[in-house]
């Protein structure tokens, strides 16, 4: 089953409920003089210490006024960290800005920052609201030109000096972001790549959503599949109807399968389109982030969903919809547009402060592929890739894939906020690593439980506080995945976890090592250059285990003896955990400790019956290593500190460096 290791971001970022990302609808040179820097043979730059924030509440705030600020955040706080922006809905912005211990007082009206810090910008770049990438091009400009973002009204009612207007300059974003290729990359700081929405929808207050089609039960294995006929004439009188998939049963991840629509109005039919076709462009009104199949059907697992617009014929007496699916769906109806379109905020300000490029291509789309593959092309390996891709699962799989070819590495990081700040904090992190304690080798089962999801530093500033703050945290060993980047990024976010850290924490390095890469398809005579810099970004952070994700042709792969060597070699790592297997097993390609991880689905009660099937034929006459992969999303301290209580005897729960120490004991490695 495919499903995104992404798809409850927007959840935990906290955006307006119900936000997702959408994927559409000569100049001189800037100055080049900024106080913060990337000496030390940093990957990410260093900000000047924060010493005194005005602190503004934008959770309320428009998505036009939350973007203009973020880069005036940008702007400003490129030389001195002085604006941090309350954007997460979730508070965690605020639990952040109180760990900080800095000095800072509440700003009663966002918008009065524009006058306060008027004279550190020069003007508004203006984009087009009806072409969203056109806000991404914006706030390229932007970063080059000291400059906030800003619609046509924002710019006349702050009274800022239009720079450049972008209305009617591009048709489709291809032509976007060749023209911005083309014209500002070599103005741009080349030292890093990004990539965010330029928009993002949000639902429109009072909308009804009448259900029209629910399953009856969860259904996992497609034998519901059929053509289902539903009436939508309840539907008719306005303009047009919107029709939404989602999935009935979010928890397991088996949503609505769609092949085939046809609508029919009156006897006539109206419109009919195979999903994943260009013929169903026309009526894809949000994909949110809905996933496309290779033989040719749209699906939406968990909090995912998408939605169609159709248009009747005026006087339309009847409507129905015939639906070629199948597994969980869930379809609602309603007349009344859902949503509407604004600027995606988040990250903004560290795109301006470090005058980077910033794109949306699509990584599975050809031409969009062909574009991103040619912005990749202009860095040096190990250069970071900073936001994400559009296109859900296999977005990642491709985008992800797409940089690692390239020798890039990509910090999930699209919806991270205050960067520009968290960046010059100086808190000590600990380069000391943790103590082993005494393990001796028996004839037991060893289980380690890895959270995973801790390469994404959105993630990390957002959801795994909220969980690492459970009181039932530290009660079973429990490994932690984090990004190590994070000393660069937000210094003081890792060192919090680093000393609050229990005995029975283990923090270890995400997919898959420094920044979020599929090792195995870097050039082979790049990856050296991975593992060294991963390898230093683990001395400097003190963490000796990594996790591990090594995708290719969109599907697990081991890794080469060549990719294990490398690590071995340079990484300094105990043991490395690889991700998304289907049991445990043990192996040293290159040298390398390396063990599979096993991700059983449900409950604590379920991935205990799980484990007590892997153990099944064991003879009791050996040790056996088996790692266990915990859903971060799902799953928090007190499901584990459950699923601990049940491991007794034979199973003995143990951190990740006690778990591959046993591991080359038995090994011999």
């Given at each position: ?32 003089t ?11 730059p ?25 880069t ?9 960290p002085?604006?941090w922006l309350?954007?997460?809905g ?9 760990t ?8 009663a009206?966002?918008?009065?920052l ?13 984009y087009?609201t ?7 091009i ?11 973002i ?9 009274k ?6 972008l209305?009617?300059?591009f ?15 070599p ?8 990539g ?33 006929t ?5 539907q ?36 009919s ?8 462009l026309?009526?894809l ?8 199949a ?83 092309a ?16 296999n ?18 990081a ?11 904090t100086?808190?000590r ?11 001796t ?22 959801r795994?506080?909220q ?16 990004d ?6 937000a ?14 924490d ?11 890469t ?21 001395r ?42 289907s ?11 390396l ?36 859903p ?13 209580a ?12 006690t778990?591959?120490?046993l ?7």
């Amino acid at each position: 089953m495919d499903t995104s290791r992404r798809t409850f971001l927007k959840l935990a970022a906290g955006t307006v409920a119900g936000a997702s990302v959408i994927t559409d609808r000569a100049w001189p040179a800037a100055a080049t003089t900024a106080t913060h820097h990337w000496s030390g043979h940093r990957v990410l730059p260093q900000f000047p210490r924060p010493t005194r924030l005005d602190v503004a509440d934008l959770t309320s705030a428009n998505g036009a006024d939350q973007a203009l600020l973020t880069t005036l955040q940008g702007i400003v706080n490129r030389h001195d960290p002085r604006i941090w922006l309350l954007l997460a809905g979730d508070g965690t912005d605020k639990t952040w800005l109180d760990t900080l211990s800095v000095a800072h007082h509440a700003v009663a009206d966002p918008l009065s920052l524009v006058q306060r810090y008027r004279k550190e910008i020069s003007g508004a770049i203006v984009y087009d609201t009806d072409m969203p990438d056109s806000i991404n091009i914006a706030t390229t400009l932007a970063g080059l030109h000291n400059a906030v973002i800003a619609t046509a009204d924002q710019a006349k009612t702050l009274k800022l000096p239009v720079i450049q207007d972008l209305h009617g300059k591009f048709t489709d974003k291809i032509e976007a972001y060749t023209w911005q290729l083309e014209n500002l990359w070599p103005q741009c700081n080349q030292k890093m790549l990004t990539g965010i929405p330029g928009g993002q929808t949000v639902p429109v207050d009072g909308v009804v959503w009448t259900t029209v089609g629910k399953v009856s039960a969860p259904v996992t294995d497609n034998s519901n599949k059929g053509t289902y006929t539903f009436d939508l004439s309840g539907q008719l009188g306005s303009e047009a109807v919107y029709l939404r998939f989602q999935d009935a049963y979010p928890n397991d991840g088996w949503g609505p399968s769609v092949q085939q629509v046809t609508l029919i109005a009156d006897g006539t039919t109206i419109a009919s389109f195979q999903p994943t076709t260009d013929a169903e462009l026309p009526y894809l009104f949000d994909a949110d982030g809905s996933s496309i199949a290779p033989g040719g059907w749209r699906f939406a697992d968990g909090g995912s969903y998408w939605t169609y617009k159709f248009a009747p014929p005026a006087g339309t007496k009847a409507l129905s919809v015939q639906i070629l699916m199948w597994n969980e769906y869930l379809i609602t109806a309603t007349n009344t547009s859902p949503t509407e379109v604004v600027a995606f905020p988040f990250l903004r300000d560290y795109i301006v402060a470090n005058r980077a490029m910033v794109s949306w291509l699509e990584p599975d789309i050809a031409d969009q592929a062909d574009l991103l593959s040619n912005i990749f092309a202009k860095v040096v390996p190990t250069t970071p890739y900073l936001g994400w891709f559009p296109g859900s699962v296999n977005g990642e799989w491709a985008g992800v894939g797409l940089a690692s070819q390239h020798g890039i590495e990509v910090l999930a990081a699209d919806f991270f906020s205050n960067a520009t700040v968290l960046s010059g904090t100086r808190d000590r992190i600990q380069s000391k690593r943790r103590s082993v304690p005494m393990a001796t080798l028996q004839n037991k089962v060893y289980v380690t439980l890895t959270v995973m999801e801790g390469d994404n530093v959105q993630y990390d500033q957002h959801r795994l506080r909220q969980i690492w703050d459970n009181a039932d945290r530290g009660k079973v060993a429990t490994n932690w995945t984090i990004d190590p980047l994070l000393a660069d990024l937000a210094p003081a976010m890792l060192a919090y976890y680093q000393r609050t850290a229990s005995p029975n924490d283990l923090l270890i390095a995400g997919p898959s090592g420094g920044g979020y890469t599929y090792p195995g398809t870097w050039p082979a005579a790049e990856i050296d250059a991975f593992t060294e810099m991963t390898g230093a970004y683990l001395r400097r952070t003190g963490m000796d285990v990594i996790h591990i994700i090594n995708v290719s042709n969109q599907s697990p792969h081991p890794l080469t003896d060549a990719v294990g060597a490398s690590y071995a070699r340079n990484s300094g790592t105990l043991g490395v955990i690889l991700g998304w297997g289907s049991a445990s097993t043990v192996s040293t390609p290159g040298g390398l400790p390396l063990i599979t991880d096993f991700g059983p689905a449900g409950q604590p009660a379920d991935f205990k019956q799980a484990l007590q099937g892997q153990i099944s034929s064991w003879d009791g006459k050996s040790p056996v290593f088996i790692a266990v992969g915990i859903p971060a999303w799902v799953w928090g301290p007190t499901e584990i500190s459950q699923l601990g209580a049940m491991l007794t005897d034979p199973f003995e729960v143990v951190r990740g460096d006690t778990f591959f120490t046993l591991i080359r004991q038995s090994t011999g490695t």
